[in-house]
Structures are given as structure tokens and as C-alpha cells.
């Protein structure tokens, strides 16, 4: 029962379409995270939603679009492809304890979105 | 602005052998330290984490040292096993920062562990 999943798995698309991809989490969290890692492997935070609220929203283009339904799903949406947008995109949640323990994220096991 | 580094891309070592992976970071402001492993085509596991309020953290097999005044990390695995072969990624974010926090990834360090 994977605790973040995100679906697809493979996305192959021509430059200019919209799509999206989705996250849902079953592990009760209030926090969910995008993450992109780029061809150089960097893993950058993208969006961050707080029960349903937008937390943080890094230097993202307008065409990314985060969309949280509940706290349960976060999906990201992306409009006009572009040959840039080609990364693995990562989904994450995590839940504030008391102590601190709030920075432990668990991941998705990631889409690989290639533009053509 | 590459805020975490992971200056060796990879290593290899022997089974049964120490394995040291090293972070550096340059954001004071930093306060809390993740290690996460991840295999192919797999998403980042958390392995092991420490606050700047310790310098050291163990968990089994695994020990992460935090030397705050050389900023400067390390992760030892000992004994290293066939199955610790994996890309470690290093984090760094501040614990106060409200609700959400943002994790600073460094690039990570591909560990072969050979027999």
C-alpha cells in the first residue's frame, strides 16, 4: 500500500500540449510538496500546500499550476509544454509532530516527463 | 547558488567497509539536516536526520556527524552491504519556518558497495 503516489509514472508529450500529473497521499499529512530534479539531478522545491492553502511558491513559471482539492491530493498541472519542462517531477508530504519533526518529507516515486 | 554540496559525485567501497559520504552547506540559517537514499526509479527514502542542537545521530548501521562550525555533515555506514548501494542526497532547512518547510537538496552521491 504505497503511502505517496503519484501517477503517471512515464509521461512523453509534444511541446505546446497541457497536462497534469497527480499525488495523492494516504498518510494522513497536512503538508504536500512538488519537487523537480532536472537533468543535473538538483532536487528543487517547486510548490508546498498546507491543507488545501499555498505555503510556498518558488520562482515557478505562470504555466505550473498546483491544484489541492483536499489535503489528501496534490496535483500539478502544466500548460504550454515546453523542451525545458523535460524532468522527473516528485510529489511529497509530511506532518508536523511536536519536536520538530515537521522537515521529514516522503516522497513519491516520481513521474519522468519528457517534452518532444 | 548552490547552498548544499555534495562534492564527491560517487564512491565506492568494499563490503563490510566504512562508507563516508560527505555534505558541506553555506546558509547558517540552516537547523536541521536530512539524509535520504534513493535506488533507480524510485523516489527519495529518508534515512536519517539531526538538528544543529547535536552534533551526532545514530540509527543502526547509520551515523551522522554535524560539525555546525565548519558546516559540514557526514554520513557513515558501517558495516556498508551490497543493498546501501543507492544515489544519497543530503538536505538542509530551518526548522522555524512555519508550517511547510523547504528542503535544499545537495546533488547527491552515488555509493557502489562491492564485494
Known amino acids: 500500500d504505497t503511502a505517496v503516489s503519484q501517477t503517471p509514472k512515464y509521461l512523453v508529450t509534444q511541446m505546446g500540449n497541457d497536462k497534469s500529473i497527480k499525488c495523492e497521499q494516504n498518510l494522513g499529512h497536512d503538508t504536500m510538496y512538488w519537487y523537480k530534479q532536472d537533468s543535473k539531478k538538483f532536487l528543487k522545491i517547486m510548490f508546498s500546500?498546507?491543507?488545501?492553502?499555498?505555503?510556498i511558491n518558488e520562482t515557478v513559471p505562470n504555466r505550473f499550476s498546483p491544484k489541492s482539492p483536499d489535503k489528501a491530493h496534490l496535483n500539478l498541472h502544466i500548460n504550454s509544454l515546453e523542451l525545458g519542462d523535460s524532468a522527473v517531477y516528485f510529489c511529497?508530504?509530511?506532518?508536523?509532530?511536536?519536536?520538530?519533526?515537521?522537515?521529514?518529507?516522503?516522497f513519491g516515486a516520481g513521474t519522468r516527463l519528457s517534452v518532444l | 547558488d548552490q547552498q548544499v554540496k555534495q562534492n564527491s559525485p560517487s564512491l565506492s567501497v568494499q563490503e563490510g567497509r566504512i562508507s563516508i559520504l560527505n555534505c558541506d552547506y553555506t546558509n547558517s540559517m540552516f537547523d536541521y539536516f536530512l539524509w535520504y537514499k534513493k535506488y533507480p526509479a524510485e523516489g527519495p527514502t529518508f534515512l536519517i536526520s539531526?538538528?544543529?542542537?547535536?552534533d551526532k545521530n545514530e540509527d543502526g548501521r547509520f551515523t551522522v556527524f554535524l560539525n555546525k562550525s565548519a558546516k559540514h555533515l557526514s554520513l557513515h555506514i558501517v558495516p556498508s552491504q551490497p543493498g546501501d548501494s543507492a544515489v544519497y542526497f543530503c538536505a538542509a532547512s530551518s526548522l522555524n519556518t512555519g508550517t511547510a518547510s523547504k528542503l535544499t537538496f545537495g546533488t547527491g552521491t552515488r555509493l557502489q558497495v562491492t564485494l
Open positions: 539531526i538538528s544543529s542542537i547535536k
Open positions: 511529497a508530504s509530511s506532518q508536523e509532530l511536536a519536536g520538530g519533526s515537521k522537515n521529514i518529507q516522503y
Open positions: 500546500y498546507n491543507n488545501k492553502e499555498l505555503i
